[in-house]
């Protein structure tokens, strides 16, 4: 969007259209709309990007870890969906394999009609995914000459194993596998309808999609048999209580996240579902909203972070197995600790110069009711963690270091004792972040960033109001640097470093602060004017629903420096969220003095920031 104002008007204009009634008294003022904004599921109305190299960790809006590819915007509490198949848009793409059958061309509903060339036997197309029990298979599907779909998540058609019939003439499910499978179907109209299972007990990993003629005794009888199938997804549900799948998800478009395939909700999966499937409707607002989730570049220093049945795990008086269900919600990931002596002891020990470290872990107690303990320093003092934990789920345990060399364990205080681990992890910093997997190595995640093109067309040099909303993880008083908000160096809508408690701005040269402090883990709101009209610029921020905002203050702005691009997290001491941003072209209708552009934000950002949630 192109901006373009004089300077020289005595009053600020909004670059803007429409009427607004928002202000009452029957005035009719302009929109005040925004020419940029960034919501809480990380969606823009200009291209935003994350510029991560590496994958990332979140956890979902049911506690379940998940895993974000390089250069995807990650949520914390959001519900992440992905097609994991590729090619997923056409079954003549050479990623599918035709087994004894004829792939039609797509049709204009995005249809392949699949005929078979051979009597009884299997015939249909097979992909190859991942063998990961909490895969869900999905197709949807319609008759042709023949009746039944045959979806298994083995390659072969034996449904006696991981296979069921779907009849696609009566829309119900017919023979069903011994092997998990967990069948759903439901109507999507004209005679479509939307199959799935998922990959049982004992997974193949190969998605096929079978023509059948019946699921009786001669299942695949005649040739020239044909159904229409669309829309394959191979999709993740491992872990949630929730295993239906979503909307159809294409693998070769970009929802807006960076990455093919993926897409982040605000809502749960289901309270509109039909037949075991979520329609298109929304589900059930996730609560707390979802936010973009930002963190820091960081190394996890302990290898085997997940088995501890590793040697790099000195074990005295304890016993350890690969056999629990990790965060992630896969099964045998994690490990269990047995103690078969009193205060039996596992140690992982690293090589590291003194510094600032915060060594974590999730822990879940299994049986006993004894004390556990977590150590950095191969034993010599330990943290009693035992009112941190307790057996229904994973707590996170974290404790700050700055010991050379350490070695980060647990103790069992009772024999008999016993305790779940996983994603353990010692990285730099005061608070842990999301968990860093490692195995044979010690692995770093990427620092998060996210850049805005085009600030220097849709911005406005001369006057402007930016508001964020943050939920720092760090106390500012004793943390180091952060650049929420970033135009360009050294101008910023939103910074501090390790001797600023508070918030700072620079725009056009001028430094103005707001330091009183913060709460940690508290929604902060924070809100940077300039203006040249008024010769003057401000920042304020309130971390207490708005009760107090703390501004400051200076003369003398005349413009911002402008680039292509703005940074959100451009610098990141300590893991926070992103609740939203919103950045004007003017000064709200009506404001003349700085005083009324600060009421206005006192009044209104927080309803501002809202309006763009997802």
Known sequence: MSISRSISKPIARPISSGISSEYGGGVALPAYNPAFW??????????????????????????????????????????????????????????????????????????NEVTNDVTNDSHGVYDITAAIVGHRYVVEAKAGTAGYLLLTSHGSSVPGQRGTFFDLLAGEIGEIGTIGQNPTIESLGDGVYRCSIDEGDSPSGIFSVLVAETDGVDKYAGTGKSIHIRSPMVVNVAGRSNKLPPEFLDSDTDYGYGVNGVKWYSTTNGNTESGGVVTSAPGVAISPVPQVLMQPQRTNHLTYSRDLTNAAWVKTGVTAALDATGVDGVSSSASTLTATAANGTAFNAVTLVSADYVASAYVKRKTGIGTIELTDDGGITYTD??????????????????????????????????????????????????????????????????????????????????????????????????????????????????????????????????????????????????????????????????????????AGFTALSTATYIKIGATIAEFYTHNGVVIYPSLPPGATTLTEVQDWIEANAESEIAKKEG
């Not at 508290?522 to 040249?532: E, F, H, I, M």
Request: charged fraction near 15%; charge should be negative; aromatic fraction near 8%.
């Open 385 to 554: 963690i035992t009112s941190l934990i307790n057996s229904s789920m994973y707590s996170l345990v974290q404790i700050a270091t700055t010991q050379a060399n350490p070695s980060i364990g647990f103790r069992l205080v009772a024999s008999g004792d016993e305790i779940e681990v996983d994603a353990t992890q010692l990285e730099e910093g005061l608070v842990a972040t999301t968990p860093i997997q490692t195995t044979t190595a010690p692995v770093t995640r990427d620092n998060d960033l996210i850049e805005v093109d085009g600030f220097d067309l849709w911005a406005n040099a001369s006057e402007g109001v930016a508001i964020f909303e943050v939920a720092p993880s760090d106390d500012w008083g004793s943390s180091g640097a952060a650049n929420y908000l970033s135009p360009v160096s050294p101008d910023s809508f939103g910074y501090r470093n390790s001797a600023q408690d508070g918030i700072v701005i620079t725009v056009g040269g001028k430094v103005v602060t707001a330091l009183d402090g913060n709460a940690v883990g508290a929604r902060t709101l924070v809100a940077s004017v300039w203006s040249a009209i008024l010769a003057k610029a401000s920042v304020g921020y309130t971390y207490d629903d708005g009760v107090t905002w703390h501004w400051g203050e200076v």
């Open 38 to 111: 960034l919501n809480n599921l990380g969606l823009s109305n200009q291209a935003a990007a994350s510029t991560r190299t590496s994958t990332a960790t979140a956890f979902d809006h049911e506690g379940v870890l998940v895993t974000g590819e390089a250069g995807e915007i990650m949520l914390d509490g959001g519900r992440r969906e992905q097609n994991l198949l590729p090619n997923s848009s056409d079954f003549t793409n050479a990623a599918w394999n035709a087994r004894d059958c004829t792939v039609g061309t797509k049709d204009v509903d995005g249809f």
